[in-house]
């Protein structure tokens, strides 16, 4: 049974502009998995999806969003959450996944949202790792606004140094590496989406109103959010992740990982 993953790039065009997606990917029989990353982040966060033996046999994708990672995008002022969850499908779809398990983090989360909210029938499950519900959730995007900045660069840079300074779990590991996996220009169009959707969307009714099985997975950080009650209320499982803020990829990889396999690996 391979527990190594391949990488590939996928050449498409959306919306107007020109996608070179960089991916990685396993083939197999059984179930497969879609994997969306959150902002600052790459489809690296999902690589040890091979090294759990729960899942032997599941097809996986992961890949860099436009704007992200080593995935080029021709015109990155186009860029959306709506662009994203688009590009996602178009993905799933160059692989034959006629339906999948759906995880996604953070910025992910919100895509994947969209992408189950859309395409229902497509989507087996859902694993929304702290994606936006609510605009308590914008506490990185909303940024754009509370410090607003005419130069992108300048902005991109000032929010590195807020967040590697952030005394959160693994906030100083995320944000060291930012410079690296993100396009300054993508910056402004994603946030000001995201901070849009979280604002304006109706997402929690979204998420709650989905036929498909739900996980809602934050850090300890997060136990006070305010729709947590009612996500419980609604029959969503709720997995607290110890020692962990926003990044269980980085904090508590075991945990993250161990909530994943004992939600999706009943459900076909």
């Not at 032997?56 to 990155?76: N, R, W």
């Not at 944000?175 to 304006?200: N, Q």
């Not at 929690?204 to 934050?218: G, I, Q």
Request: proline share 5%.
């Amino acid at each position: 049974m391979s527990r190594q993953f391949r990488k590939t790039e996928l050449k498409q065009e959306y919306a107007g502009a020109d996608l070179k997606i960089a991916a990685i990917h396993r083939h197999g029989d059984l179930t497969p998995f879609v994997f969306l990353h959150g902002f600052g982040s790459t489809k690296e966060d999902y690589a040890d999806f091979v090294r759990q033996r729960a899942f032997d046999g599941h097809p996986f994708i992961a890949f860099d969003a436009p704007g992200f990672g080593e995935t080029y995008c021709s015109d990155l002022p186009k860029l959306s959450i709506t662009f994203l969850a688009g590009t996602a499908l178009r993905v799933a779809e160059a692989f034959n996944f006629d339906r999948f398990h759906l995880v996604g983090h953070s910025m992910g989360g919100l895509t994947a949202l969209l992408l189950a909210h859309q395409a229902p029938e497509r989507v087996i499950s859902f694993t929304n790792i702290k994606g936006n519900l609510a605009p308590e959730d914008c506490f990185l995007s909303r940024q754009i606004v509370d410090y607003a900045e005419a130069d992108a660069a300048r902005f991109f840079e000032d929010f590195i140094h807020r967040t590697h300074a952030a005394p959160a779990f693994s906030s100083a590991l995320y944000a060291a590496s930012l410079r690296h996996k993100v396009r300054v220009g993508a910056v402004r169009a994603i946030f000001e989406s995201m901070v849009d959707l979280s604002d304006h969307g109706d997402l929690l009714a979204k998420f709650v109103n989905l036929p498909c099985p739900k996980m809602f997975m934050y850090g300890v950080d997060f136990a006070n959010l305010s729709y947590l009650p009612q996500l419980n209320s609604c029959g969503v499982r709720l997995a607290e992740i110890e020692h962990c803020g926003h990044f269980p990829m980085y904090s508590n990889p075991p945990a993250m990982w161990k909530e994943i396999v004992d939600f999706t690996i009943a459900i076909t």
